[in-house]
């Protein structure tokens, strides 16, 4: 496979990728192009190489930007803006962590923590059965969001080790 075969199967895969995390197809594809690229790209040359709209391309670029997976650079005299991607992948992995469990998983916390407080007839089933799975889904969320927590602070090496003890 050639490099540039092997470029555009890596911008596809990661588009799969993110939209799996919860990120759309294109915000992933133009994630992965940042990625791969060795110099900053402008918005012209992301529409390019895409096949995206400027419309398309600035919004993606903006959400990116929101998400902290891609930063804006110029140079001087140039008017254009550049956009670089962190290449770490503990630090992406950790960016979309912290991402996903803003907007999905403390939401949710306040919900069952706030349906925590329900009151009703301990002996009458439905109640009971609504209870049950309030409980037990919040404390699956507090678990999640304290695993969340721990990769967060945790550097790559130590977080790992401590993954693979759990499945010894």
Known sequence: MELAEGKLKFIEAWGKLGSEWGINRTMAQVHA??????????????????SISRGNANMTLRDLIGWGLIEKQHKAGERKEYFFADKDVWNIARQVAK???KRELEPILKILGELSSVTGDEKDPEFKTFKKSVTDINKLAKNADKTIETMLKAEESWFWSSILKVFK
């Open 99 to 101: 991402e996903r469990k």
């Open 33 to 50: 192009l940042l990625l791969i690229s060795v110099e900053a790209l402008t918005t012209e040359d992301i529409m390019e190489q895409l």
